[in-house]
């Protein structure tokens, strides 16, 4: 099983600020089967990025992924309001597919 | 477009089973396979499992393997998620979730959660 480490667990940013995630597996991601999400309270989980930095549906432009191998980076150009919330990564290239343990990004 | 619409919360007793389901529209039916994830609260999400509506396979994770059943029916466009041997770690938000098969796993759509209390 791909175990997902991600970082910092808590980013307390302003508004305006760039955001820096990040999400490491203990072994190498197939084919960069790599997906950020975001969530906010009370809601199911929103497909930010998959394929490590292909953006889905109508995502904002600020959104953006990259990595490769074991090391993946979700980076937030300029937070809006709307973008306070926490942050999974998802590995689907093996089974069982896995989830890293989030990163809360909160309003400094 | 595509929607998943699950049934409603449920609270259970410790050893008692839920049946969970997952109704979907605006595609398909049997072209996306149905993906299980639960969270439980304050807590991180836990892939449980995934299901081909169109034949029938699927694949549990090894956690929840005896316990756990999806299945189908194909003429409702309904996929069932049942836990059994309940315990009050089970008390969480059972999603479930879906996408193309280019998707290869990555999940656009979601349903809104059902809440099980185990209790």
């Known amino acids: 099983e791909i175990v997902l480490t991600q970082s910092p667990g808590t980013l307390s940013l302003s508004p305006g600020e760039r955001a820096t995630l990040s999400c490491r597996a203990s072994?190498?991601?197939?084919?960069?089967?790599l997906a950020w999400y975001q969530q906010k309270p009370g809601q199911a989980p929103r497909l930010l990025i998959y394929g490590a930095s292909s953006r889905a549906t109508g995502i904002p432009e600020r959104f953006s992924g990259s990595g490769s191998g074991t090391d993946f980076t979700l980076t937030i150009s300029r937070l809006e309001p709307e973008d306070f919330a926490v942050y999974y990564c998802?590995?689907?290239?093996?089974?069982?597919?896995?989830f890293g343990g989030g990163t809360k990004v909160e309003i400094k | 477009q595509v929607q998943l619409v699950q049934s409603g919360a449920e609270v259970k007793k410790p050893g008692a089973s839920v049946k969970v389901s997952c109704k979907s529209s605006?595609?398909?039916?049997?072209?996306?396979?149905i993906y299980w994830v639960r969270q439980a609260p304050g807590q991180g999400l836990e892939w449980m499992g995934i299901i081909n509506p169109s034949g029938g396979n699927r694949t549990y994770a090894q956690r929840f393997q005896g316990r756990v059943t999806m299945t189908r029916g194909t003429s409702t466009g309904t996929v069932y998620m049942e836990l059994s041997s309940l315990r009050s770690e089970d008390t969480a938000v059972y999603y479930c979730?879906?996408?193309?098969?280019?998707?290869?796993?990555?999940?656009?759509?979601w349903g809104q959660g059902t809440l099980v209390t185990v209790s």
């Open positions: 605006g595609y398909t039916f049997t072209s996306y396979n």
């Open positions: 998802q590995q689907y290239g093996s089974s069982p597919l896995t």
């Open positions: 072994q190498s991601v197939f084919s960069t089967y």
């Open positions: 979730a879906t996408g193309p098969s280019d998707s290869n796993g990555s999940l656009p759509f």
